[in-house]
């Protein structure tokens, strides 16, 4: 998916699972890689009840390289089974995919399971396609592929990858994400009969790059990543859904850079899409990138996101891991037409140890008995008057359980605010200037819009070590955290008139019983052939 690079210089291979385990930033109930670099979420799905997760996968090292599908497989979409690898490069002069099997989708042909993904050589990226077997273990490569040659003639694209396919009627079709340079993002559309001879429609609907400021967070870049389509509503796309929204995700993305992810609201019908309203998909940005969703058998609209690192290179390289999945969270419409997200409720298995606190009212600021750890689900209902500021402080240290008036030492803040007056503006910001004492790591503020229908907040926060998932309202805010005195207190503070009505917590076990080996065995690949040096 991205043209992120490193040099290959990194640690021997077999260290990098030790490494990684070593850790204390590597989360332990978010799905990660068994070590090396893991990126987009790919072929994310339901099928025979069993629920797949795909991902880009460089077992070499933590660093984008020579990308292979890596595979894990649930029933519950919290425990995760790791499987065998199941697209890797072919050598060969005439192998499309010799570079890299980039991100892609998992479609039913049929009743063949079939993989659509970009496969790249050199500087091209073009689609590819592989079948499995019934069990999903065994993948083997079309012998069309590519199937698309080369992106539109005679367009002048950023870049030509990424994939969203679907049946529609008797036809297939396929988005492919891309950009036309000096007008802006796109997704380029095509129709197929059999899912390797594919017809080219034209452009579902072109950004406009010059539009806003490039710094802006909902700034629409020079190409879209990992383009999604679906409806959000009754019926599928291509029907006639009456109000139904057809929503287009897709990042941003511009000269190699990983941005954030956008979503429009709008209509998709015929060749084409009206787009409606263009909102920001999670508030923090590059830390939610390249998110894929399909739905499940209980007809929920489930998403998964790319938790990138906000450390160096080197740090990650030096670690021997890198790159997170999110936890899977539910999609629905609101009353005011946006997307709103919360985990699956699935998660609530892991909870452990509960602890209730409140009501109360909210001054100053205290650390909470009881309610400690780097491994958290927190659940809280507060009420703001206008004019008040709620916090919540994580990953704390250097706080005594009295402490009111002693700094600490670090601390992650995640803060809601009620603006005072009549404008009923209210804001969620996650502070991360005090979350870690390592100057190197990205400490930048992220925030968005939240709306306070009377003053009511309902904040869900998961900390699972470096990882942080926000949901305040149904607006979500990940990022990353690397706190290095390993603080584990939670505290509230608040000013003007804020009250807690209710804080439930657990700590939430892991996932993991031990290392994992980064290579399954794989009856799809045979004996893995070294790594390259």
Request: charged letters at 20%; a negative charge; hydrophobic letters at 35%.
């Amino acid at each position: 998916m991205t043209g992120l690079t490193h040099p290959l210089a990194t640690v021997p291979q077999d260290e990098l699972v030790i490494r990684a385990e070593a850790d204390p930033h590597r989360p332990r109930f978010h799905f990660v890689s068994p070590a090396g670099w893991l990126n987009d979420p790919n072929g994310v799905s339901q099928w025979n009840g069993t629920y797949h997760l795909f991902y880009q996968y460089n077992p070499e090292g933590a660093f984008h390289h020579r990308i292979l599908w890596g595979h894990a497989t649930s029933t519950d979409l919290v425990t995760w089974t790791d499987q065998p690898v199941a697209l890797e490069p072919t050598d060969g002069p005439d192998s499309p995919d010799a570079d890299g099997c980039w991100s892609g989708v998992l479609v039913n042909d049929g009743g063949a399971p079939t993989l659509v993904y970009s496969g790249r050589r050199g500087e091209r990226e073009l689609p590819c396609v592989a079948v499995g077997s019934p069990d999903l273990l065994t993948w083997t490569k079309a012998p069309e592929n590519p199937v698309i040659a080369a992106p539109p003639a005679g367009v002048d694209v950023t870049a030509y990858r990424d994939h969203c396919v679907w049946r529609e009627g008797s036809r297939w079709r396929q988005l492919v994400g891309s950009g036309i340079r000096g007008r802006g993002g796109t997704a380029f559309l095509y129709e197929s009969a059999d899912l390797r001879t594919w017809d080219y429609i034209g452009p579902l609907f072109i950004g406009d790059a010059s539009a806003g400021d490039p710094a802006a967070t909902d700034w629409e870049g020079t190409m879209w990543e990992c383009v999604d389509l679906f409806r959000a509503g009754p019926g599928v796309l291509g029907s006639d859904g009456g109000e139904a929204d057809d929503v287009l995700v897709f990042s941003a993305w511009d000269d190699g850079d990983t941005r954030h992810p956008l979503y429009w609201t709008g209509r998709y019908a015929g060749d084409s899409y009206t787009p409606r309203q263009l909102r920001r998909l999670d508030y923090g940005g590059r830390y939610f990138y390249a998110p894929q969703s399909f739905t499940d058998d209980a007809g929920r609209r489930v998403m998964f996101g790319w938790l990138q690192e906000g450390r160096t290179d080197e740090a990650m390289v030096e670690a021997g891991w890198s790159g997170v999945m999110s936890l899977p969270r539910v999609a629905t419409l609101d009353s005011g037409g946006e997307l709103a997200f919360a985990p699956v409720p699935e998660v609530e298995a892991l909870r452990r140890d509960h602890i209730r606190i409140g009501p109360r009212e909210v001054a100053g600021s205290g650390v909470l008995a009881g309610v400690a750890g780097n491994q958290l689900d927190l659940e809280l209902d507060v009420e703001l008057e206008p004019g008040s500021v709620f916090r919540l402080g994580i990953l704390v240290s250097g706080v005594g359980a009295a402490g009111t008036s002693q700094s600490p030492a670090e601390e992650t803040v995640i803060e809601v605010g009620r603006a005072a007056g009549s404008s009923g503006e209210s804001w969620l910001r996650l502070d991360r200037s005090g979350s870690s004492l390592d100057h190197s790591v990205d400490a930048e503020d992220r925030s968005g819009p939240v709306n306070l229908d009377g003053g009511k907040l309902h904040l869900r926060v998961l900390v699972d070590r470096s990882a942080l998932e926000i949901f305040a309202n149904g607006k979500p805010l990940t990022a990353r955290v690397y706190p290095t005195l390993g603080g584990t207190a939670v505290r509230l503070s608040g000013a003007g008139n804020v009250r807690l009505r209710q804080l439930d917590g657990w700590r939430m076990e892991g996932i993991y019983a031990g290392p994992r080996p980064l290579f399954p065995d794989s009856p799809s690949i045979g004996p893995h052939r070294p790594l390259s040096p």
